[in-house]
């Protein structure tokens, strides 16, 4: 793919009915275009073709080619738009011309997302100063701002459509019903990333199992996950990372918190190590890192109140605690440092840390 190519779709454009949200592909492609560039210091295999995973080839939330363009429109810097069915905050992954992203479609309306930052806080504040119950105020809450299993019937597909012309190549339903778990309605049910070595495709829904398929969307293995409780019913948003012969999947929440590693060409759980993280809150969105430095190679994640690495058997490396209690970001490397945030809320203490290679045991 030239580079041209590579500059070919960036638009943001998102379009409201009852019935769906109508995400654009060319509105993802703004991520894509700033990785694929970036990747042109890559080796081969993670070459200007590519973007197989959340963040690009290398994970990092920056590039810095001089090319990229400073300015869209509707009409500025778009070669061609093409509509996706349903809401899905998942990214979409590129890899030999071919788009991957998935969605979750409903016959039902579903809710929007609302604008801003704020997470209901104002709106619990507003029914406070009216001397409303905390009870009815949940009550409210939850109606305005949560979509729950017992409200709607959804499907969750994949789809893959041609890089070069928008074309819908396939598309697959991964899972119809009503939904494993609940979500705010600035989530989706389809937050997560796939992740793709080429062959396969690996999807991952955090309140339903990991899933493989072939660049035809032949089903290749699923492999079922238990279900575990998210604060407040916030929703998943942990997207899967590859490396070797693994998929390695991290699940914060409520019950009991994880990172395991799963056979890539079997669906087959390889190890599970369980999560000791934050006091009040332990539900987390991050995805991990895998931190290839000078010294080792190991998974670097971030939870709420701490960050922990292992090695790729999942035994612990070090952790630092700290950190605040909403973790979403994802860790980075940069110039043989690992980088990591705390993330929004949870204390005035907010640190970005820059790590060097070879920690062991807590270095807080």
């Given at each position: 793919m030239s580079e041209a190519t590579v500059f070919k779709s960036r638009l943001s454009k998102l379009e409201h009915d009852n019935l769906s949200l109508k995400l654009t592909v060319v509105t993802l492609l703004l991520v894509l275009a700033a990785g694929c560039v970036a990747a042109e210091v890559s080796d081969?295999?993670?070459?200007?073709?590519n973007w197989p995973r959340f963040l690009g080839p290398d994970s990092l939330p920056v590039a810095d080619n001089p090319k990229l363009p400073e300015r869209w429109s509707t009409t500025n810097n778009v070669e061609w738009v093409t509509e996706v069915s349903g809401v899905g905050w998942s990214s979409p992954i590129v890899w030999d011309g071919k788009i991957f992203l998935t969605s979750a479609v409903s016959d039902q309306p579903m809710k929007q997302p609302s604008l801003g930052t704020d997470f209901s806080n104002e709106y619990l504040a507003e029914m406070r100063e009216e001397g409303i119950s905390s009870e009815e105020a949940n009550n409210r809450l939850y109606e305005r701002d949560r979509e729950m299993p017992h409200e709607l019937v959804i499907e969750l597909m994949l789809y893959c459509f041609d890089l070069e012309s928008g074309a819908r190549l396939w598309e697959r339903s991964v899972y119809h019903g009503n939904p494993p778990g609940g979500r705010h309605r600035k989530n989706s049910f389809a937050s997560e990333t796939p992740v793709t070595d080429g062959e396969y495709v690996y999807v991952y829904f955090g309140h339903l199992g990991l899933y493989a398929f072939d660049f035809d969307g032949n089903p290749v293995w699923a492999t079922p996950l238990k279900l575990y409780q998210k604060v407040r019913d916030f929703g998943t948003g942990t997207s899967p990372v590859l490396h070797g012969d693994r998929v390695i999947?991290?699940?914060d929440n409520e019950e009991q918190g994880f990172i395991a590693a799963f056979d890539k060409r079997t669906g087959k759980e390889l190890w599970r190590t369980l999560r000791n993280v934050g006091d009040r809150r332990k539900t987390g969105w991050a995805t991990p890192f895998v931190w290839e430095n000078e010294l080792r190679t190991e998974i670097v994640t971030v939870g709420p109140g701490a960050v922990i690495s292992y090695t790729l058997d999942g035994e612990?490396?070090?952790?630092?605690?700290g950190m605040a209690t909403v973790t979403i970001?994802?860790?980075f490397?940069?110039?043989?440092r690992l980088f990591v945030t705390s993330g929004s809320s949870g204390g005035e203490d907010k640190p970005i840390a820059s790590i060097l290679p070879g920690a062991s045991g807590d270095i807080t």
């Open positions: 081969e295999e993670t070459s200007t073709h999947v991290l699940n612990e490396l070090w952790r630092m605690h970001q994802s860790p490397a940069w110039g043989g």
